[in-house]
């Protein structure tokens, strides 16, 4: 609607103050009820009183509403279509507390209401008091969730630079480096190891880099064959080799006035590499099978995550390119290294993963946040990466917990085992116990084949204890 219809104002509780959240009461019913909800609300919310469902949601929207008390009889005692009300509110806001209000006794409708969004459901007469705790509760905690979803909002646009998430003192040398070098034009050199970013790092470079707008042409030199990364490379002329039917550019002639990035350069073979080193020397190509020497300009950027300098001793890296692509090098650190970023990236990858699968966004719990920090990740951002995507199609529920984790990570993690063993809200010691009794003695039963005097050998454990713990359940 509008405006509201009436708005309980001075006669009926005292001066609102604008800082306490906002509950909008939508109901038909008498006075007496008002009378009575007022009082025990006040002190805590700011109220506003409404008796039909017209324009609803764009009002609460726009007077950020924290709640809804919604009587769903409102219609002509009819609940369908308070229900409706109940489920469109719910769809367009995720954040509001939703209360559904009736008169009617059924286990039934108050099942309906809560499967329509209703965060809690109250038949009149309504207990007050429990009313008023339940609100302030549930509006206090999604209160707090919204100020740290705030907060992580924040932090992530503070520890962001271009497309990397990082505020760690590491990263940062990282962003210094590539704002030094990115107005140049020299060679750069990015280490690191797999999964760190370095494409993220050339991306960076160029975005900051006077040739933005200019081609940037990539090629993984280790994802070809020896007979195709030539050609690929340097480009090809009709009739050079077989299956060669029209004439090609390589990827130098196409970085023409932009940036070439050869990702994994050390396996490049010898003769490539001598032809790459001509072509840095004389910025001149020739095509596979061509006389023409084309002038290009364009500037380099390799990465590896190999030791060049090991291989420049062994001889399977030329020296002299060695340093033509080694002018300066910018190393990458993998993100064990990466002391308070790993929080930063979850939730960004989070958020990301979620909004892909169209699902609410999941939080992780301390514990298995915890056991994600004590894990090396061999496999770097990437592999975090991949395994959030995972968690977030596999997990039930807006909670991922250590338990939701895959072995590779509980393994080795005290925190997550710590967490798997005895769970937040405690366990049952006897019932465990039990529970492992039962799994020892089928286990030992099948690998019998039935047989509880074998099985009582596999166990350590005399015949007759076998037995009466057979009795005992029921095996």
């Known amino acids: 609607m509008a405006s509201p219809r009436r708005t309980l104002g001075l006669k009926s509780f005292s001066a609102p103050n604008e800082a306490l959240p906002l509950v909008c009461i939508v109901t038909q019913q008498d006075q007496e009820f008002l009378d009575a909800v007022t009082p025990e609300l006040a002190p805590w919310f700011r109220l506003a009183v409404h008796e039909d469902l017209s324009d609803l949601a764009r009002w609460t929207r726009e007077a950020q509403a924290a709640a809804i008390l919604l009587d769903i009889d409102i219609h002509d005692d009819d609940p369908s279509i308070g229900l409706a009300a109940l489920h469109d509110l719910r769809r367009l806001h995720d954040n509001v507390t939703l209360f559904s209000l009736t008169r009617k006794r059924t286990i039934t409708l108050q099942k309906q209401a809560l499967d329509a969004g209703a965060d809690a459901h109250f038949r009149s007469p309504v207990d007050l008091a429990q009313l008023r705790m339940t609100l302030v509760d549930i509006v206090r905690r999604r209160t707090e969730e919204a100020d740290r979803d705030r907060m992580r909002q924040q932090a992530l646009k503070s520890s962001r630079f271009q497309d990397f998430i990082g505020s760690s003192e590491p990263m940062r040398l990282v962003y210094d480096a590539i704002q030094q070098v990115a107005g140049s034009n020299i060679n750069i050199l990015i280490r690191g190891e797999s999964g760190t970013g370095k494409e993220l790092v050339a991306r960076a470079i160029v975005a900051l880099s006077p040739r933005a707008n200019k081609p940037f042409i990539r090629l993984n030199c280790a994802a070809l064959p020896e007979n195709l ?5 340097f480009g090809s002329e009709r009739g050079a080799f077989t ?7 390589g990827h130098i002639e196409l970085a023409d006035t932009g940036t070439l990035f050869l990702d994994e350069i050390a396996t490049l073979t010898l003769p490539l590499q001598t032809k790459l080193l001509r072509v840095l020397e004389d910025h001149h190509v020739q095509r596979l099978g061509g006389r023409t020497l084309r002038k290009i300009d364009f500037r380099l950027i390799c990465a590896t995550n190999e030791p060049l300098e090991d291989m420049v001793r062994t001889g399977r890296f030329r020296e002299d390119l060695y340093y033509r692509i080694h002018v300066v090098p910018i190393q990458l650190p993998p993100l064990r290294e990466r002391n308070g970023d790993l929080t930063l990236l979850c939730d960004h990858f989070l958020q990301i993963h979620c909004t892909a699968n169209r699902v609410p966004v999941k939080r992780l719990t301390p514990e298995a946040l915890s056991a994600l ?25 807006d909670t991922i917990d250590a338990a939701n984790l895959p072995a590779r990570v509980v393994e080795t993690s005290l925190a997550a085992q710590e967490a798997i063993l005895i769970p937040e809200d405690g366990t049952n010691l006897d019932e465990q116990l039990r529970q492992l009794e039962i799994a020892l003695l089928n286990t030992a039963l099948r690998r019998a084949d039935g ?21 005992k359940y029921s095996i």
Do not use: F
């Not at 990364?229 to 490379?233: G, P, R, T």
């Not at 299956?243 to 550019?249: F, W």
């Not at 050998?457 to 204890?465: A, E, G, N």
């Open 243 to 249: 299956g060669a039917t029209e004439s090609r550019p």
């Open 373 to 397: 920090e004590e894990h090396t990740w061999p496999g770097n951002v990437r592999e975090l990466e991949n395994l959030i995507q995972r968690l977030v199609v596999t997990t039930r529920g």
């Open 229 to 233: 990364i030539e050609s690929e490379l």
């Open 451 to 471: 047989s509880k005097t074998a099985a009582a050998r596999l166990l350590k454990i005399d015949v007759q204890r076998m037995k009466y713990l057979c009795r």
